[in-house]
């Protein structure tokens, strides 16, 4: 009966037969020859046959051998290609990573790092998931994300997340060339009271950061804004109106260089807009860390 075969012993019946030796073999599995004699002695009796033919010079492959001998390189080659996988994956060259973004981080800085990490590991896969902030901070916190990249919230972040800054961006008043105001050098939120207004949806920073800026300059917060969860709407709808809206300079940099928007500077910024890259404080994999070396050169890339 063959079922019971060791693929242990069938690896070293191939080394046997690579090397034509059971000396030599012994030497490059690691063992003494008595004890690889032993194991193809108690094959040999197990299968009923003989697989090597001992001579003076060494030893050869039977026809039993022979065919015992091809599984055994195919066995050999599923367990290197397992190790090769295992290493691969120990190192960050392989496997998946989950990366959450707002908006603002999409424009340059993660698709810089992400083209980076593709071309230092072609295999990995990698999903890029857009959400409101609030939502990707849950699912950093649960582990469904593996990183975040967005603005910094208003609030600090649980013990639990690590947050470092990237990027700095200031707030620009975004309308469409031909407004009126668009000429400006700078601009008073006061100077916007009249004008209609787009706002982005108040589960983002973005939004509470914008009331921040109405609230430091005693200024109410505009009725009647059309309201979006939706950038690309958001500035589709200024391009074809004369509302405007308040946003990160680098959300629009983009349309101002195609000089489809107009971005008009705030005369009173009171805090600028940092980007963050956020992390779980537990054990981060190999490919996680590959992924914020990537993203850390992009940023240093940036400010230079």
């Known amino acids: 009966m063959t ?16 090397r034509g030796s059971f000396t030599r ?5 690691g063992v003494t020859q008595p004890a690889l004699s032993n194991s193809m002695a108690v094959l040999e009796k197990m299968l009923g ?3 090597f033919e001992r001579t003076r010079n060494g030893a050869s492959l039977t026809e039993f051998g022979e065919l015992l001998a091809g599984h055994a390189a195919a066995i050999d080659s599923v367990l ?6 295992l290493e691969a994956k120990k190192r960050g060259l392989e496997g998946s990573l989950i990366i959450g973004v707002s908006p603002v981080a999409c424009i340059d800085i993660v698709p810089i790092a992400v083209a980076r990490l593709k071309r230092e590991t072609p295999n990995i896969g990698i999903t890029i998931e857009e959400r409101a902030d ?3 901070i849950a699912g950093l916190r649960s582990g469904e994300i ?9 609030l600090a972040d649980g013990s639990d997340v690590i ?3 990237l990027a700095r961006d200031v707030f620009v008043v975004a309308m469409r060339p031909r407004h009126r105001l668009a000429c400006r050098k700078s601009l008073l939120i006061a100077h916007l009271r009249d004008e209609q207004w787009v706002m982005p949806s108040p589960h983002t920073t973005m939004s509470r950061q914008v009331e921040l800026l109405f609230s430091a300059e005693n200024q109410p917060w505009p009725s009647g804004a059309i309201i979006t969860n939706s950038i690309t709407a958001l500035k589709s709808i200024i391009m074809q109106s004369d509302c405007v809206t308040i946003l990160s300079r680098k959300l629009v940099q983009l349309e101002l260089k195609a000089r489809r928007l107009a971005g008009v500077p705030l005369r009173r910024q009171h805090f600028t807009r940092e980007i963050c890259l956020r992390q779980r404080r537990a054990v981060r994999s190999p490919l996680v860390e590959r992924f914020v070396a990537a993203i850390r050169a992009a940023a240093s890339a940036e400010r230079m």
């Not at 019971?4 to 019946?13: C, M, S, V």
């Not at 073999?25 to 599995?29: E, N, P, T």
């Open 3 to 18: 079922s019971g075969i060791d693929p242990k012993r069938l690896i070293e019946l191939l080394r046997i037969a690579d």
């Open 25 to 29: 073999a012994a030497a490059a599995l």
């Open 49 to 51: 046959v003989r697989v």
């Open 80 to 85: 290197s290609r397992a190790a090769d996988e």
């Open 134 to 136: 609030d939502e990707l």
């Open 146 to 154: 593996d990183l975040v990249v967005n603005a910094a919230g208003l």
């Open 163 to 165: 947050c470092e800054t």
